[in-house]
């Protein structure tokens, strides 16, 4: 996925009570684009995801701003007294071995619930460094129809628990937001009202040279002819169509040119190698709007109906698509992440690859006013914005601008801690 993170300095936070109609840009901003790659968008990105300024105390607050769930006992598990294994350093961030008892909340998550998303990071190569894959995965496979106990018991077994700190050892006050993959109405030719295309790569894109800019590409003959027959499909919407450029990827509920309707995925193909730059920080930095909410920016883009092009305009990138099959299993799960496998709803996050690689069972907490979890998730994803040792995105599923996965994503901006569980040597 692909996504794109806004400096939200000079916004003014909503109070932790605040609806989740204010829905801060920078959320929506950060994938790869997800461009996260999080590729589902994401992805930045593969359904929207995005993020919400929440709560500016939560920011100052101490990382736990309340107390965690004790771990529950977890009966007839393998005894946790032994001796602890030496501290791990992984790039940006040291891992430091604990107990399953400092866990918050553990032998409280439904594990099941993950288990999909760990046998689908079963189907890439080990994460570098990771012992006895193949085993564990015929384990994890097999484990798929245990019981519960069986499965934290399994865990508990194979596993040994590190919590992720900087590099030097140090706590920070972790950061967790929020992506989805959006569901657009879309029409396969323009119409009188669907008249922004989406564009698939035109030929001799090169991978990070600089092509034509957004707007070059509104206005020049050149940069036109160049895209002629290249239009995927066609929005409604214009700032929808920035919206999932942002994310990296989505879904369309597409008109055909025949009648028929179907919906088909769109997913990250390139982009016209410029910086991206934030819409919702050149509105906030003009004194347009005073609060960086998409919902603001469309009120903005209302009021402002002849100024539309140079919102857009103001962030040179352009990404480019591809069509991607969608068939009924596959609408089952979310894009593909960096990992390269279909992302899993509330269980796939998106991490900073040099601190926490791809495919790597973690166990989140996190308490804020959106979200109150601490549960097993798995590092399948990642973005731009995704960076630092204790730092991640939730893939909150798909949906229409209504819908909880987009209120949730748009929502998350709240501290996080984060354990790794790195396969237990010799076993």
């Known amino acids: 996925m692909v996504h794109h993170t806004m400096n939200n300095s000079k916004t003014s936070a909503p109070s932790a009570s605040s609806k989740s109609k204010d829905m801060s840009v920078w959320n929506l901003e950060k994938r790869k684009g997800r461009e996260r790659p999080h590729t589902a968008v994401t992805a930045r990105a593969g359904r929207l995801a995005?993020?919400?300024?929440i709560v500016g105390s939560l920011a100052a607050c101490a990382i736990d701003p309340q107390p965690y769930p004790q771990?529950?006992?977890?009966?007839?598990?393998?005894?946790?007294?032994?001796?602890?294994?030496p501290a791990l350093q992984r790039g940006k961030s040291r891992w430091t071995p604990v107990r399953w008892a400092e866990l918050p909340g553990w032998g409280q998550d439904n594990l099941h619930e993950a288990w999909n998303a760990w046998i689908k990071g079963c189907e890439r190569p080990?994460?570098?460094?990771?012992?006895?894959?193949?085993?564990?995965?015929?384990?994890?496979?097999?484990?798929?129809i245990g019981a519960p106990e069986a499965q934290r018991d399994w865990v508990v077994r194979r596993f040994q628990p590190y919590r992720v700190t900087e590099a030097d050892g140090?706590?920070?006050?972790?950061?967790?937001?929020?992506?989805?993959?959006?569901?657009?109405?879309?029409?396969?030719?323009?119409?009188?009202?669907?008249?922004?295309?989406?564009?698939?790569?035109?030929?001799?894109l090169g991978s990070g040279q600089k092509w034509f800019t957004r707007q070059e590409i509104d206005t020049l003959p050149a940069a036109q002819a160049a895209l002629q027959g290249k239009a995927i499909a066609w929005l409604a919407d214009p700032v929808d169509a920035l919206v999932l450029q942002i994310q990296g990827s989505g879904r369309l509920n597409l008109n055909e040119a025949d009648g028929a309707q179907r919906q088909v995925r769109v997913a990250f193909a390139g982009h016209n190698g410029h910086p991206y730059q934030s819409v919702g920080r050149w509105l906030?930095?003009?004194?347009?709007?005073?609060?960086?909410?998409?919902?603001a920016i469309r009120a903005w883009v209302r009021a402002n109906p002849?100024?539309?092009?140079?919102?857009?305009w103001s962030?040179?990138?352009?990404?480019?698509?591809?069509?991607?099959?969608?068939?009924?299993?596959?609408?089952?799960?979310?894009?593909?992440?960096?990992?390269?496998?279909?992302?899993?709803?509330?269980?796939?996050?998106?991490?900073?690859?040099?601190?926490?690689?791809?495919?790597?069972?973690?166990?989140?907490?996190?308490?804020?006013?959106?979200?109150?979890?601490?549960?097993?998730?798995?590092?399948?994803?990642?973005?731009?914005?995704?960076?630092?040792?204790?730092?991640?995105?939730?893939?909150?599923?798909?949906?229409?601008?209504?819908?909880?996965?987009?209120?949730?994503?748009?929502?998350?901006?709240?501290?996080?801690?984060?354990?790794?569980?790195?396969?237990?040597?010799?076993?």
């Open 284 to 295: 906030l930095d003009q004194g347009a709007i005073r609060e960086g909410s998409w919902d």
């Open 71 to 85: 771990p529950a006992p977890v009966v007839g598990a393998p005894s946790d007294d032994g001796p602890l294994p």
């Open 126 to 144: 080990a994460p570098a460094g990771m012992p006895g894959q193949a085993a564990l995965c015929t384990e994890v496979r097999q484990l798929s």
């Open 170 to 204: 140090n706590l920070p006050q972790g950061l967790l937001t929020g992506y989805y993959e959006p569901i657009l109405p879309a029409s396969r030719t323009p119409t009188a009202t669907h008249r922004t295309p989406l564009y698939g790569p035109p030929a001799g």
């Open 315 to 427: 962030n040179p990138r352009t990404v480019f698509f591809k069509e991607v099959p969608l068939n009924a299993l596959d609408a089952q799960f979310g894009p593909a992440g960096a990992q390269g496998v279909a992302l899993t709803p509330g269980r796939s996050i998106a991490v900073d690859p040099q601190s926490i690689p791809y495919g790597t069972p973690v166990w989140l907490a996190t308490q804020g006013a959106a979200l109150n979890q601490q549960k097993l998730v798995m590092a399948q994803d990642t973005g731009g914005a995704i960076v630092g040792a204790v730092r991640a995105d939730l893939f909150t599923g798909w949906g229409t601008w209504s819908d909880p996965a987009y209120t949730l994503a748009a929502s998350l901006k709240q501290p996080l801690q984060l354990w790794v569980l790195w396969p237990r040597q010799g076993l």
């Open 50 to 53: 995005l993020a919400a300024l």
């Open 306 to 312: 002849g100024r539309v092009n140079d919102l857009l």
